[in-house]
């Protein structure tokens, strides 16, 4: 093992125990605080349930090939891991395109968003979020099946990607691609044109506000949302929409690394660092947990 793939695997691995941590504390503080029983919060913990999910989909082989290079994995193996892939990243799309949603009633129409936004309609449209990921992420699996493979079988990726996943296909792929980059249209680009909407409309109301710290507060609800949105779309465009003529193989490499690993990864940190709720709750967790263990120790 050369210094570099040591290095990566000890960086991998540190960020996915502190990815799996500090989402599993997200959802059990959003379970337990009853301050954050709030529609907000409960697709928040959607989310780090995803992020889970996804980290936990690509780092382990991702470390067992650092680990080893050239491990073999099989076929079905690699088609499951492409799907969940597929389903959790089309999944966060439409979660983020929902938490806009959210936010748009919670700041231009207050009055009325408790009556909306009730508990059914928030686990509606989680569930139709992951069914309909889910199912772009089928049609896109009963392609690739469709697919023969008759030359190399090496994949020189960390994960399996559609792209190398075509690139090792000896049969026509031009209707998997056409067929791909239709799909980026209800998956990728209405949602993404969904949260622009919603957040002129914010933005436009928020400039309605008259006071200056009445506009700061009401923008501070969305900033930690806004953040994670230019993360998770801005690596997206990075690693599939940026000519890869002239890119080395290490560099995509890289690439696919900042939206299988490193956005999960900030996500937790994005929420906890830039959320006053969830600060003061974690403090009362941890104030919680200090006097239960001096209670134990004192009996």
């Known amino acids: 093992m050369t210094i570099f793939n040591l290095l990566l695997f000890i960086w991998v691995l540190i960020i996915y125990i502190v990815t799996i941590c ?7 503080l959003i379970y337990y605080s009853k301050t954050l029983h709030s529609p907000m919060y409960f697709f928040l913990s959607q989310l780090s349930i995803s992020d889970i999910i996804l980290i936990t989909d690509i780092a382990p082989n991702m470390l067992n090939i650092v680990l080893h290079e050239r491990t073999p994995i099989s076929y079905f193996g690699c088609i ?68 023969e493979f008759c030359g190399p079988n090496v994949i020189d990726y960390l994960f399996c990607d559609l792209y190398p996943l075509v690139e090792l296909s000896c049969s026509d792929t031009s209707r998997i691609e056409m067929e791909t980059t239709l ?45 994670v949105v230019f993360l998770f779309y801005g690596t997206l465009i990075a690693a599939y929409l940026i000519p890869k003529e002239g890119q080395s193989q290490t560099i995509s490499k890289m690439m696919s690394l900042l939206y299988t690993v490193f956005t999960p990864f900030v996500n937790p940190f994005i929420y906890s660092l830039r959320n006053k709720e969830i600060k003061d709750n974690l403090k009362i967790l941890y104030r919680n947990k200090r006097l239960l263990f001096k209670t134990f120790g004192k009996s």
Not at 207 to 219: D, P, T, Y
């Open 183 to 227: 799909s980026c249209v209800p998956v990728l680009l209405l949602p993404f044109l969904g949260i622009v909407v919603s957040y002129i409309y914010i933005v436009l109301t928020i400039l309605k506000i008259s006071s200056f710290s009445g506009r700061l507060k009401s923008f501070s609800t969305c900033s930690s949302h806004l953040t």
């Open 80 to 147: 499951a891991q492409y799907y969940v892939f597929g389903s959790t990243e089309g999944f966060e799309c439409f979660l983020l395109t929902v938490m806009s949603y959210d936010r748009y009633l919670a700041i231009c129409s207050p009055l009325h968003y408790s009556s909306i936004m009730k508990r059914t309609l928030c686990f509606k449209l989680v569930l139709a979020s992951w069914i309909f990921s889910c199912s772009m992420a089928l049609i896109s699996i009963l392609e690739i099946c469709q697919l």
């Open 22 to 28: 500090g989402n599993c504390l997200i959802i059990v």
